[in-house]
């Protein structure tokens, strides 16, 4: 099992930045993939980014171009997402989700076998 715990969100206004971490505990070899997901009220989850492990290599999400990246420190076991030039329509909760294999697409949640509780960034105009 592993264990996923997000910190980091907050309320900032528009054009702010914010840093969200995100701590694997338990087995985190078998993880391939991490990744950060959103959800705002009454909308579905939605992915944002990824990051596979053992290259490095990263996936944006067209939204969050430009603006979003992602980072790890694989001996902290800790994921980071810097979000800068916030907008009001990147509120939502967010999620740190970990995979061991991608078999449908990067962007689907159902290619991802552990969830964090998420946490909430909100973003004022």
């Known amino acids: 099992q592993v264990k996923l715990v997000e910190s980091g969100g907050g309320s900032v206004q528009a054009g702010g930045s914010l840093r969200l971490s995100c701590v694997a505990t338990?087995?985190?070899?078998?993880?391939?993939?991490m990744g950060w997901f959103r959800q705002a009220p009454g909308k579905e989850r939605e992915w944002v980014l990824s990051i596979n492990i053992a290259s490095g290599s990263t996936f944006y999400a067209d939204s969050v171009k430009g603006r979003f990246s992602i980072s790890q420190d694989t001996a902290k076991n800790t994921m980071y997402l810097q979000m800068n030039s916030l907008k009001p329509e990147d509120t939502a909760m967010y999620y740190c989700?970990?995979?061991?294999?991608?078999?449908?697409?990067?962007?689907?949640?159902?290619?991802?076998?552990?969830w964090g509780q998420g946490t909430q960034v909100t973003v004022s105009s």
């Open positions: 338990g087995a985190t070899s078998s993880s391939k993939y």
């Open positions: 989700a970990s995979s061991r294999a991608i078999l449908r697409g990067i962007w689907r949640t159902e290619d991802y076998n552990h």
